[in-house]
């Protein structure tokens, strides 16, 4: 290692002057620049000294020596500023082209030098103690005037001050005096530090130059790192983009068939009477149901991530909501021996009430899978100048360390249970999803909950103002079990087993079916069908059609045929589109597909009892 370190010490250093080199010579451009932006302020000072010394020496100086001076001083003064105009024209493109130019303002510096020189040679002895003192200061004031324009040149800044106080030091020692040779050892110190003084100026020029440097390579590698930044963001981008696609398109060919699946699973147990029939009936919507549930998690997930979320905060009544909540989970918390209780329905409150319903929905779902016996109560209150939405559960509850997990994506409680074998206990996305979306509305949620006691989850919303109450039907209070006896709905699917599956349960219900595979079919009937015998009842129609058509457009045809009172369902296999705002202003309600034949029943029952309601979601 001995051996080794001294020639290290050695390479460091001539590196460092290799760069030091490199740099200077890289700056050449921006130091020649500099020297000639000075040149106007040089010129006008020479001239103001040139002023100076002949009003100071015109009556004591004959003019056989004034008046070469002058033109000697006209003659170098005129070259430079022709120099500098000449500049001004030119467009260096090489190092050589910068350093001819650079050679060009050095001989003019060094002219300038020796004609201060000469002048002290020639004036100093003519005058008395006043020209002498001015002189002297004049001089002086270009030497050091020349600092910052010599600076990066340390011998032409050198050999400039060498020819203007040269001459002058000699011209006093020669006097032979006590007082010229003090006078003469003076002037040579002043002009030795001023040489330093260009010395330190040099010094911290290069620093400011390296320092620029390292600044603009600085400056060049972050405009690679944006340009590496940009391409993964534009990349990322893009596979973002495929992500969504790919999700939009497998959660539309994927459910088709499970949607199907449902159907004629439930219009077999209409056929069949057997208890184990029924049991393996109730097995394939519970793996239906719960596939169901693993696509709505992960393309909610992929939507909000996207930034296919949009906020749309309005003011409106919570029991909106909780009717819709009633609606979706009342049967299944029956099924399960719980209570769903929904409390403080007046509440008004400003935020957008479909991410209010999917946080709520998400939470609820979570409370009923999770709790085996007791209640599950929805409640909204108002505290302050905030709106609290709770969902209670008197589940097991959740131990204080994992609280602070039960938002991370697929966390799921360790040992947490759920209340039968037909159900199962989910991906662990529901309450990422809850956070996410409550983050998009800027809503603070939180947890509190004590093992064996139960969970509450808080979602704080501001208050909204109350809206004038719209004229509504009171909901049909009948039983789901309500027979579709003389029903006549028209169905609109262009998937073959779909269609065949939902047409054997409405049927098995007891329904009269009218059922097309597309739009123009839908309008061929219309234009042949007696509103007076064929009023249809409901409208259940796909969203997704033959020729790019579209379910909206199959609403509207039969619509305008049978009026806009007529009820409808629109059934998608994709949750990524947005329907929502578009089936509140169409007035229809969405079911995602697989849609359980539970869940369709319900909705039927719904809607054949608010047939005059309001628009919907």
């Not at 959660?251 to 068939?257: A, V």
């Not at 479909?354 to 016996?373: F, G, H, K």
């Not at 007035?587 to 005059?612: C, D, E, T």
């Amino acid at each position: 290692m001995n051996a080794v370190a001294p020639a290290q010490a050695v390479a460091l250093p001539e590196v460092a002057a290799s760069d030091r080199a490199e740099a200077h010579l890289s700056a050449l451009p921006e130091e020649v620049s500099s020297v000639y932006a000075y040149m106007p302020a040089t010129l006008a000072g020479y001239m103001a000294g040139i002023g100076v010394i002949a009003f100071l020496h015109w009556a004591i100086t004959p003019a056989s020596v004034m008046l070469p001076w002058l033109s000697a001083f006209g003659v170098v003064w005129l070259g430079r500023a022709w120099t500098a105009r000449q500049f001004a024209r030119a467009t260096p493109q090489t190092m050589a082209d910068w350093q001819r130019w650079r050679i060009y303002g050095n001989i003019g510096t060094l002219c300038s030098g020796a004609l201060w020189g000469a002048t002290a040679w020639i004036f100093y002895p003519t005058g008395d103690n006043i020209q002498q003192v001015g002189l002297i200061i004049l001089v002086y004031t270009f030497c050091v005037a020349a600092v910052p324009v010599l600076c990066s040149q340390p011998r032409i800044y050198a050999a400039f001050a060498t020819l203007c106080f040269a001459p002058m030091a000699v011209r006093i020692a020669s006097e032979g005096t006590a007082y010229s040779y003090q006078l003469a050892g003076i002037l040579l110190l002043i002009i030795s530090l001023t040489n330093v003084l260009a010395r330190s100026y040099r010094q911290a020029l290069l620093r400011v130059i390296d320092l620029k440097l390292q600044a603009d390579e600085l400056l060049v590698q972050l405009r690679v790192e944006k340009l590496a930044a940009d391409a993964a963001r534009r990349e990322a981008e893009v596979a973002n983009r495929s992500k969504t696609q790919f999700f939009t398109a497998a959660s539309h060919d994927l459910r088709q068939p499970l949607h199907a699946m449902g159907l004629f699973a439930e219009a077999l147990r209409n056929k069949s009477h057997d208890d184990e029939v029924a049991h393996l009936v109730n097995s394939i919507n519970a793996s239906v149901d719960a596939l169901e549930e693993l696509f709505s998690e992960l393309l909610d997930i992929t939507r909000i991530d996207s930034g296919g979320v949009a906020v749309n905060p309005q003011h409106f009544e919570i029991g909106d909501i909780f009717r819709k909540l009633r609606l979706h989970f009342e049967s299944t918390a029956f099924e399960k021996g719980l209570a769903l209780r929904l409390r403080g329905d007046k509440h008004m409150v400003h935020a957008d009430p479909l991410l209010v319903e999917r946080i709520l929905r998400n939470l609820v779902s979570n409370a009923i899978r999770y709790t085996l016996d007791g209640t599950v109560l929805v409640g909204c209150r108002r505290r302050g100048n905030r709106v609290l939405l709770q969902v209670w559960d008197t589940g097991e509850g959740i131990s204080e360390q994992e609280q602070d997990r039960v938002f991370e994506e697929f966390y799921q409680v360790p040992g947490s249970n759920v209340a039968n074998t037909h159900e199962r206990k989910g991906l662990g996305l529901g309450l990422s999803i809850v956070k996410r979306l409550a983050g998009l509305m800027e809503a603070p949620i939180t947890i509190r909950s004590q093992l064996g006691r139960g969970t509450v989850f808080t979602l704080e919303l501001p208050p909204g103002k109350a809206i004038p109450a719209a004229v509504t039907a009171a909901p049909d209070k009948s039983p789901l079990g309500l027979t579709l006896e003389g029903r006549l709905i028209v169905v609109v699917e262009d998937e073959p087993a779909v269609r065949s599956g939902l047409e054997a349960l409405l049927r098995s219900w007891g329904a009269n079916i009218a059922s097309f595979d597309s739009v123009a079919s839908c309008s061929a009937w219309t234009q042949e069908a007696d509103p007076t015998v064929t009023m249809p009842d409901l409208l259940i129609v796909d969203y997704r059609l033959e020729n790019g058509k579209n379910g909206v457009e199959a609403i509207a045809v039969l619509r305008d045929r049978f009026g806009m009172h007529v009820p409808a369902i629109m059934v998608t296999g994709s949750t990524m589109t947005g329907h929502e705002k578009e089936a509140q202003d169409k007035n229809f309600h969405l079911l995602i597909k697989p849609v359980v034949p539970n869940k369709l029943r319900a909705m039927i029952a719904f809607k054949l009892g608010v047939k005059s309601g309001p628009p919907s979601r």
